[in-house]
């Protein structure tokens, strides 16, 4: 059964959240007061098959800005539509101004790979501000290792070198940092990189909440492969590496103070190995994602779009536990927007597909690789998910992240 909140009226009501005038609505009495004239015009659009038409497409886009803010908001930051704005809109026309870097800043993959003297070097960064430092299965240490090499791992890279830097409030106690930082060694051990650098700055009491700790990686990729978004062809097949959502519900269940029968930990993991079994095995992957902030549901939002790719998927096939849906279905959230931290999406062409499962499946972190989907050439940029009694719903970009600060 699927939270309410995620029910096809949540689409609607997400999408008209702005009235005539472009004014934010952000109270529950001005969001739903439009919402009944609206509906009954768009489901004409539906035709015989119950797809989605152009036509749906184009009246489901607002004309109106939906989110012009003077000020930097949570939702930022949560890898959803708002994150996008700012990195489409601020850092990318700005950053893109030297020559060359425009076109590797335009591939917006989760690393870039640099030509340098015959090397394909991939270079990538990632920032690790999660709350609380320690969950179930994992703390932001090992979180900061694993997520660094999981974004080289998406370009097909082996992962070589890591540096680490951190931002400490004062009063942090020494003992956590040292815990943290014999978590990151342990980690780095276990995906084969090594920490070679990094940095250290302290920030007054009560401004710096904790800790915060940035990754930078390099690692090297190897010739003939070629894994990036705009690689992704029609009719491409949509291949998970195993269950959804347990990092989020892991951190949500510290925060809300639940517990399971069935205890639920994070499924932080290095995905190098995985990938390189893939890839080893020959495997023609044309692209592929870890599913951190904003789960496979913007993992796939920003693939469809930079591919210009419909996707279908089949959300029978797509394995979440049963611990996940009913801690989702308590708190009201939807399994494919969860944060992972040791999964993957991988796109693959139709004739290796099973191959490319059966060669997952081999490994611990694959057992439950399954096809959920596959890429079409129609309705470009649409991730649309049928459900188990054939109805089809939406799978939009969220503007921000149903759970801020989980990694
Ligand atoms: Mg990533």
């Given at each position: 059964m699927l939270p309410p909140r995620y029910a096809r009226g949540e689409v609607f009501r997400e999408k008209f959240s702005v009235d005539p005038v472009g004014n934010e609505h952000n109270s529950s009495k001005n969001t739903t007061s439009h919402i009944p004239a609206r509906i009954p015009r768009l489901m004409m659009h539906e035709n015989s098959e119950g797809k989605l038409s152009q036509g749906k497409i184009a009246a489901l886009s607002?004309?109106?800005?939906?989110m012009d803010h003077a000020t930097v908001q949570?939702?930022?930051?949560?890898?959803?539509r708002l994150m996008q704005q700012l990195i489409e809109g601020l850092f990318l026309p700005i950053f893109s101004r030297t020559e060359g870097a425009g076109h590797r800043a335009a591939v917006l993959h989760d690393s870039a790979v640099l030509n340098l003297s015959g090397c394909r070097l991939a270079f990538t960064t990632d920032s690790f501000v999660v709350q609380?430092?320690?969950f179930p299965g994992g703390d932001i240490g090992k979180l900061a290792v694993f997520g660094t090499v999981n974004d080289l791992a998406m370009a097909g890279a082996k992962p070589i070198a890591l540096s680490a830097s951190f931002i400490l409030e004062e009063g942090f106690e020494l003992d956590r940092l040292r815990q943290i930082v014999e978590s990151m060694q342990k980690a780095a051990e276990e995906a084969e990189v090594v920490i070679v650098t990094g940095d250290t700055k302290v920030v007054d009491?009560?401004?710096?909440?904790?800790l915060f700790v940035t990754t930078a990686g390099i690692g090297l990729v190897p010739t003939g492969v070629n894994i990036r978004p705009d690689r992704v062809r029609p009719e491409d097949c949509v291949i998970v590496s195993g269950d959804l959502g347990r990092h989020g519900i892991a951190i949500m269940s510290v925060r809300e103070g639940l517990s399971f029968e069935c205890p639920l930990e994070s499924?932080?993991?290095?995905l190098a190995g995985l990938v390189a079994t893939l890839l080893e095995a020959g495997i023609p992957v044309h692209c592929m994602r870890d599913?951190?902030?904003?789960g496979l549901a913007a993992a796939l939002n920003e693939i469809a779009r930079h591919a210009q790719v419909g996707m279908e998927l089949e959300e029978e096939s797509i394995p979440v536990s049963a611990a996940v849906r009913g801690a989702c279905e308590l708190l009201g959230l939807d399994p494919l927007y969860v944060a992972n931290e040791g999964r993957l999406v991988a796109f693959i062409p139709p004739e290796a597909a099973s191959r490319a499962v059966e060669c997952l499946r081999q490994h611990p972190l694959g057992?439950?690789?399954?096809?959920i989907g596959r890429c079409t050439?129609?309705?470009?940029g649409l991730v649309v998910a049928r459900g188990p009694w054939g109805t089809d719903r939406i799978i939009d970009l969220l503007s921000g992240e149903q759970m801020p600060r989980i990694c």
């Amino acid at each position: 059964m699927l939270p309410p909140r995620y029910a096809r009226g949540e689409v609607f009501r997400e999408k008209f959240s702005v009235d005539p005038v472009g004014n934010e609505h952000n109270s529950s009495k001005n969001t739903t007061s439009h919402i009944p004239a609206r509906i009954p015009r768009l489901m004409m659009h539906e035709n015989s098959e119950g797809k989605l038409s152009q036509g749906k497409i184009a009246a489901l886009s607002c004309p109106l800005p939906l989110m012009d803010h003077a000020t930097v908001q949570l939702a930022h930051g949560g890898g959803g539509r708002l994150m996008q704005q700012l990195i489409e809109g601020l850092f990318l026309p700005i950053f893109s101004r030297t020559e060359g870097a425009g076109h590797r800043a335009a591939v917006l993959h989760d690393s870039a790979v640099l030509n340098l003297s015959g090397c394909r070097l991939a270079f990538t960064t990632d920032s690790f501000v999660v709350q609380p430092l320690f969950f179930p299965g994992g703390d932001i240490g090992k979180l900061a290792v694993f997520g660094t090499v999981n974004d080289l791992a998406m370009a097909g890279a082996k992962p070589i070198a890591l540096s680490a830097s951190f931002i400490l409030e004062e009063g942090f106690e020494l003992d956590r940092l040292r815990q943290i930082v014999e978590s990151m060694q342990k980690a780095a051990e276990e995906a084969e990189v090594v920490i070679v650098t990094g940095d250290t700055k302290v920030v007054d009491r009560g401004k710096g909440d904790g800790l915060f700790v940035t990754t930078a990686g390099i690692g090297l990729v190897p010739t003939g492969v070629n894994i990036r978004p705009d690689r992704v062809r029609p009719e491409d097949c949509v291949i998970v590496s195993g269950d959804l959502g347990r990092h989020g519900i892991a951190i949500m269940s510290v925060r809300e103070g639940l517990s399971f029968e069935c205890p639920l930990e994070s499924d932080c993991a290095p995905l190098a190995g995985l990938v390189a079994t893939l890839l080893e095995a020959g495997i023609p992957v044309h692209c592929m994602r870890d599913l951190t902030r904003g789960g496979l549901a913007a993992a796939l939002n920003e693939i469809a779009r930079h591919a210009q790719v419909g996707m279908e998927l089949e959300e029978e096939s797509i394995p979440v536990s049963a611990a996940v849906r009913g801690a989702c279905e308590l708190l009201g959230l939807d399994p494919l927007y969860v944060a992972n931290e040791g999964r993957l999406v991988a796109f693959i062409p139709p004739e290796a597909a099973s191959r490319a499962v059966e060669c997952l499946r081999q490994h611990p972190l694959g057992k439950q690789a399954a096809i959920i989907g596959r890429c079409t050439a129609e309705q470009p940029g649409l991730v649309v998910a049928r459900g188990p009694w054939g109805t089809d719903r939406i799978i939009d970009l969220l503007s921000g992240e149903q759970m801020p600060r989980i990694c």
